[in-house]
Each structure stands twice: as structure tokens, then as C-alpha cells.
């Protein structure tokens, strides 16, 4: 398995503009979680699914973050408008089962200029 | 609120040498509690994790957990140059994993 893919791997948007970040959990894996890491905060949860239902979307940070997982291979983060306090690496991991191993993509780095 | 706390550091230590990193966690109820490395750039890859009180041995790493004292730590026999990274702890409640905000190890030759 190619493991988890996200796409883009770098964007850089201006302020105001909307942003979409997207994911591709490993195959067969009914978890899916998005993370946002800075260095001020660390790696912090912004939500997560469970067979493509959101279960917990306590960390997302305002009404302009909003997730989606239409299907068990695709989910998307969607930041709309987009602020320079977003700048971070957002990562999206999947793990098979509840408590098991997550498997982290490589990241997305925004800047919002 | 569920925290997790590490040493940001850096922690430096000669090739050859003992790595030692630290965590405390505050909720009594974390079921497992996991060590992943993450090198400059690159996303988070799971070392070690450990559920019982006492000692796991993986290779060169051993994860030690002590409920009691809310308190797990990762040491790292015979440290090597590649080692040199950040060290996440976290710690797990049901389905979710709440990470600290790491300790910078540096090793030198």
C-alpha cells in the first residue's frame, strides 16, 4: 500500500481565500483523523471519522473549518476564508481499528499570507 | 482538559550514550500511551507504545509506564547520529490520541 497520501503537499493562498486540503487514508483502515501542527501548539486533533462519519469534531478550531469524508478513500479539509493564524502543517492519519497504530500522511505546509 | 507534557529540551547526548525523554499526562483514564519519532520535515512515525505498567523492550528502546505516577518514558540505548530528532509522546483515550509537544533529541559523534 502506498500509504496515506495528501494532496498538496505545500500551498500558499493570501488571506481571505478559500483552501482545500485533501487525503487518501491507507485501504481498509475505518479511521480517519486530521491534525494541525505549529510549533506554539504542537500536533493538536481537529477532528476525526469513523466509517466516513465525523464522531468528534471538538477541535476545529471555528466555523471556518469545516471536514468531509464522502467516501472510506477520500476525506478533505476545507478552511474558508483563510487566515494567516492557519499557517501550519496539517497531517491526516488513519488507523484500522480503535486504539490501534496511526499511520500519519506526509503533510500539507499552508501558508496564508 | 487532557494534557500531555514533555521537556521541550534539546536533549544532548554523545553517540554511544543513554537517551532518556520524559512525559507526564493528567488524565487517570488513558488506556495506551505511544512514542513517535519525527524528523525535521517529515510527519510522525510510530517507535513504541506500551499499555501495562512496567518496562517494553523494542532493540535499542524502552518504553516505561507508570500509571501512578502518570508518567512514561522513552530511553534509547546506544544512541546514534540518526536518532537526532523530535520525540512525541501521547497518550490515548477511546479513539483519540493527545500529543505532547516533544523533546528535541540531539545526538553527536
Known amino acids: 500500500d502506498a500509504g496515506v497520501i495528501q494532496s498538496p503537499r505545500h500551498e500558499v493562498t493570501e488571506m481571505g481565500q478559500e483552501v482545500t486540503l485533501r487525503c487518501k487514508p491507507i485501504?481498509?483502515?475505518?479511521?480517519l483523523f486530521w491534525y494541525r501542527q505549529t510549533m506554539m501548539r504542537g500536533l493538536e486533533l481537529l477532528i476525526y471519522?469513523?466509517?466516513?462519519?465525523?464522531?468528534?469534531d471538538s477541535g476545529m478550531p471555528e466555523d471556518r473549518f469545516s471536514a468531509k469524508m464522502p467516501n472510506a478513500s477520500f476525506s478533505t479539509l476545507k478552511i474558508q476564508p483563510s487566515e494567516p493564524r492557519d499557517s501550519a502543517v496539517y497531517f491526516c492519519?488513519?488507523?484500522?481499528?480503535?486504539?490501534?497504530?496511526?499511520?500519519f500522511g506526509p503533510g500539507t505546509r499552508l501558508t496564508v499570507t | 482538559q487532557k494534557e500531555v507534557e514533555q521537556n521541550s529540551g534539546p536533549l544532548s547526548v554523545p553517540e554511544g550514550a543513554i537517551a532518556s525523554l520524559n512525559c507526564t499526562y493528567s488524565?487517570?483514564?488513558?488506556?495506551?500511551f505511544f512514542w513517535y519519532r519525527q524528523y525535521s520535515g517529515k510527519s510522525p512515525e510510530l517507535i513504541m507504545f506500551?499499555?501495562?505498567?512496567g518496562d517494553k523492550e523494542d532493540g535499542r528502546f524502552t518504553a516505561q509506564l507508570n500509571k501512578a505516577s502518570q508518567y512514561v518514558s522513552l530511553l534509547i540505548r546506544d544512541s546514534q547520529p540518526s536518532d537526532s530528532a523530535t520525540y512525541l509522546c501521547a497518550v490515548r483515550t477511546y479513539s483519540t490520541l493527545t500529543f505532547g509537544k516533544g523533546t528535541m533529541l540531539l545526538v553527536s559523534p
Open positions: 492519519a488513519s488507523t484500522p481499528h480503535q486504539g490501534g497504530e496511526q499511520y
Open positions: 471519522f469513523n466509517n466516513n462519519v465525523p464522531i468528534d
Open positions: 506500551i499499555y501495562s505498567n
Open positions: 485501504s481498509g483502515h475505518d479511521y
Open positions: 488524565d487517570r483514564g488513558s488506556q495506551s
